[in-house]
């Protein structure tokens, strides 16, 4: 795991705690150098990939639908702290 992918995620996770207040076209503006940052396809490291995806997939709920659920936001939010308290290890 690169000290930049480290660093995403502990960004990235401070932003989810914080990008529920913001209107959907700010959050997604926020999340977008992370998603842009980690690997597209499948990286191999399954806590790296469930947060890209769960990231991904409120990012979607956001643009198409300018909301996302609870569940979806929580589920970001735990995918991605499992995968920022990996790279601490």
């Known amino acids: 795991m690169s000290g930049d992918h ?4 502990c960004d990235v996770l401070r932003i989810l705690h914080g990008a ?6 700010e ?4 999340l977008t150098p992370f998603l842009e940052a980690m690997p597209a396809e499948v990286s191999g490291d399954e806590r790296c990939d469930a947060s890209v995806a769960a990231v991904r997939k409120l990012a979607r709920s956001l643009e198409e639908h300018h ?9 970001a939010i735990e995918a991605t702290l499992s995968f920022a ?4 290890q």
Not at 67 to 75: N, P, T
Request: hydrophobic content about 40%.
């Open 67 to 75: 909301a996302a659920s609870d569940d979806v936001w929580q589920e």
């Open 27 to 30: 959050a997604i503006e926020a």
């Open 6 to 9: 480290k660093r995403l995620a």
């Open 20 to 25: 529920r207040s913001l209107p959907p076209a």
């Open 85 to 88: 308290n990996e790279t601490e």
